[in-house]
């Protein structure tokens, strides 16, 4: 069976050897020796200034939201995964859907201005696919219009643009390091920012507001994540760069056998550079990527169809002003599968099965 991913696990001996570690002090959670390592070496390889190891993605999402205190609507992205619109929603806020760039697939900027009202707070963009948002042209925005910006960089781990780290733009930005990203603790994620002040609210929030043993500071909740955690992101994250040259060759490989089959595949901005997290197309029509995943799924291939449906879909957000941009992509995107262990063989099944279908719809090829 192949699947859209499959979890990079580490080393057993390596894994083990700070498990021992953990044994020997009893310490197990409460920023720890491992916490504290794993954030000093994730600050700087990602070069970000402050950084926390939470639980996970979606609570950092909820620690940003709550941070910046925000209160009104917040304008974001109709095209990502669940989490970006929920933690808004969660958080007491109203998600304000602005459609998307039709080749990056990422909030556009040029529609941004028209969706601003008194009530607007924040901007909440993802960097969808790992792609940079047009961050230049949403600062500009936001500094007219005096908004925060959060970015959903739960995609983004170790991407940059212009040289720079695209983890520093915005207020805050948040990481996901779940089993099924590229960079992973099992289950967790980071809140990052270059703000002091606010670093030392998301310090205090995601320690219950403990400033010392009896002391609070303020409102908090349990965000904080364990040794157990950490020793696994410290066993995985010297393989990163393996795992990105792995994920490149293949990327380049589906390049090549796709080609001839013109299906759409979202844009890199110039200067950007790509961490090869996912490998997404886009079919035609809804029709052609269900005949294809039928097809792939009758040899045990099981691509997922990220990311659908669009967020203005939800039980919750009913109602909402259309996006057609996203809801046309997120009805004819799909992630083929792309990890490590992926084999070239694979690949070529995979493509040689997507070239019959699209020959036999005779839509594209
Ligand atoms: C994975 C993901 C999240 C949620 O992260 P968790 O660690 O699973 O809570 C949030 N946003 C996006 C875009 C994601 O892909």
Sequence with gaps: MITVTKTFLPPLEEYHKLLNGIWERGWLTNEGPLVERLEEVLKQELGVKHLFFVS??????????????????????????????????????????VDICPETLCLDPAQIESAIT???????????????????????????HNLRVIYDAAHAFGVSHLGQSVLNSGDVSTLSFHATKLFHTGEGGAVITTNDELAHRLSYMRNFGHNGPNQFIGLGINAKNSELHAAMGLSVLPYVPQLMQRRQALSALYDALLTPLD????????????????????????????????????????PRRYFYPA???????????????????????????????????????????????????????
């Design 56 to 97: 996970n993605g979606t609570l950092a999402l909820q620690l940003a939201i709550k941070a910046l205190a925000l209160k009104g609507d917040i304008i974001t992205t109709p095209f990502s995964y669940v989490a970006t619109t929920s933690s808004i929603v969660w958080e007491g806020c109203r998600p304000v859907f």
């Design 118 to 144: 008194p009530d607007t707070r924040a901007i909440l963009a993802t960097h969808v696919f790992g792609t940079p948002c047009d961050v230049e042209a949403i600062a500009r925005i936001a500094s007219r």
């Design 263 to 302: 299906l759409q595949r979202p844009m890199l901005p110039a200067g950007a550079s790509s961490n090869y997290s996912y490998y997404p197309v886009l079919f035609r029509s809804e029709e052609q990527l269900l005949t294809a995943v039928a097809a792939l799924n009758s040899h045990d291939i099981y």
């Design 311 to 365: 967020l203005t879909n939800l039980p919750y957000t009913q109602g909402a002003a259309a996006c057609p941009v996203a809801a046309s992509v997120a009805s004819r995107v799909l992630c083929l599968p792309l990890y490590y262990e992926l084999a070239e063989a694979q690949v070529e099944q995979i493509a040689q099965i997507i070239t019959e279908v699209c020959q036999r719809k005779g839509v594209c090829a």
